[in-house]
């Protein structure tokens, strides 16, 4: 959730940061978060002029999931937060997101109808990730394949 000045995360938010710096990432990374979306179920859409992934209903289009960069010392942190299970009443006592267009909400997974977990949320952004990017080493592994012996 974000405030007028601040960013507010909850536990019922997967907050992920899954690449260290890749050229062009905030278009391919809302593709890889919109593929995740999909495989749990939820067609994910970018809108113009809007950030984010975006889902309709018959109400109107509520933000699902943010993409975020933040600069450090010189060195850029990305990252993504999917609603998967936030009190969504939160929202209300806030700015979410920038949203100030009454059309315009915030939603979650479950919310959505879907009763997923963390795990469920994470398994989906791995294969999305890896589809996208290609496989994700866990940190300090080599970043070749080890010589077979003999």
């Not at 260290?20 to 593929?35: I, K, M, S, Y």
């Not at 699902?64 to 450090?72: C, D, E, N, P």
Request: charged content about 25%; proline content about 6%; some cysteine.
């Amino acid at each position: 959730m974000h405030s007028k000045t601040d960013n507010v995360h909850s536990s019922a938010e997967a907050l992920r940061y899954p690449w260290d710096d890749h050229p062009g990432e905030d278009q391919v990374v809302d593709g890889a978060v919109r593929r995740a979306l999909a495989r749990l179920g939820v067609k994910g859409e970018r809108r113009e002029g809007r950030v984010g992934i975006w889902v309709a209903h018959e109400g109107g289009e509520d933000k699902i999931a943010a993409i975020g960069v933040r600069l450090k010392r010189w060195v850029s942190l990305h990252g993504i937060a999917i609603n998967v299970e936030p009190d969504l009443s939160h929202f209300k006592a806030i700015v979410p997101c920038g949203i100030t267009d009454e059309r315009y909400g915030v939603t979650s997974l479950v919310d959505l109808g879907l009763p997923v977990t963390m795990t469920d949320v994470d398994v989906a952004l791995k294969a999305a990730f890896e589809q996208v990017f290609g496989a994700i080493k866990p940190p300090g592994a080599a970043a070749t394949e080890p010589r077979p012996a003999g």
